[in-house]
């Protein structure tokens, strides 16, 4: 009887999304595969029936499993290049007087990304409609978001004076001070099943749909233009690109930038 779970991928999405509610269909085969393989070799898993059944019955397999799958590797202010176009550019153009920005950081992972927009609202001055909205899929990054404790290596190039403005070490670590705390709301949000939220002058969704298929990439791109205000922006990864920007109403402002039309 179990030899017919042995590789089948079908059963397998089934039982997973049956315990995760996560759809792997929506994700690049090729890709979850070699990591869901990998995760098996390195637990002496024999096949997808022994996995599903840790998978239920240890929590600490559940968890160890989603961070291997969900691929959460982060930096403050990845790509520098492309957050200087976001700084000298793009939010510029965003800004108009006594207007305040409303900003969300979409697959946040452990949190680099919203704190450097913070860290940047904080430097130029941004006033802020509201705290910047960070969502990921994935509660343990999200935990580890919201305390703001970051190694030394985590912090390699950000600027010492930013440094010191910003962070407070303690025992070789270093925390997000209160203020840029505050500045950011974190949420659990899966970008695959959850309602978007609206009216947003900026979004970022960088390094998190490089797993999706390309249908599933198109609908998340539609989502995130109808989650624009016109003339908002949409700021993706360093390898991403929109190749029918115009079709879901975006323009192409700068590489790596989409402002809705
Ligand atoms: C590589 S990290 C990107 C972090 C950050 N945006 C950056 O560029 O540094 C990808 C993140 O996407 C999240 N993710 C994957 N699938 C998701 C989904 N369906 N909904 C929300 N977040 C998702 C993962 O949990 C992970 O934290």
């Not at 096949?47 to 840790?54: A, S, T, V």
């Not at 997000?176 to 099943?193: A, G, M, Y």
């Not at 249908?215 to 922006?233: C, D, I, S």
Request: hydrophobic residues 35%; positive net charge.
């Amino acid at each position: 009887m179990r030899n017919i779970y042995r590789n089948d991928w079908a059963w397998f999405i089934r039982r997973f999304e049956a315990i995760s509610s996560i759809n792997l269909n929506a994700y690049k085969r090729p890709q979850m595969e070699r990591r869901i393989n990998s995760f098996m070799r390195n637990h002496s898993l024999a096949d997808y029936h022994e996995l599903i059944q840790r998978l239920q019955s240890d929590q600490s397999m559940y968890k160890r499993f989603m961070e291997h799958l969900t691929i959460n590797v982060s930096e403050f202010f990845r790509n520098p290049p492309h957050w200087r176009v976001l700084e000298d550019t793009i939010i510029p153009l965003l800004i108009k007087p006594q207007y305040r920005l409303k900003i969300w950081s979409a697959g946040c992972s452990s949190g680099e990304e919203a704190y450097s927009l913070a860290i940047t609202a904080c430097e130029k001055r941004i006033e802020l409609r509201e705290p910047i909205l960070a969502t990921d899929l994935d509660a343990g990054v999200l935990e580890m978001a919201a305390k703001g404790v970051y190694q030394p290596g985590q912090l390699q190039g950000i600027p010492e004076q930013i440094k010191r403005k910003y962070f407070e070490e303690n025992k070789g670590s270093f925390k997000i001070t209160n203020e840029l705390r505050s500045l950011v709301r974190f949420k659990q949000h899966d970008l695959l099943k959850d309602p978007f939220p609206r009216d947003y002058d900026l979004i970022l969704c960088r390094n998190v749909v490089i797993y999706f298929t390309e249908e599933t990439k198109q609908e998340l791109y539609g989502r995130f233009a109808k989650a624009l205000r016109p003339g908002g922006v949409l700021f993706i990864g360093g390898t991403e690109q929109i190749f029918n920007g115009r079709q879901l109403g975006f323009n192409s402002i700068s590489t790596f930038f989409y402002q809705k039309m």
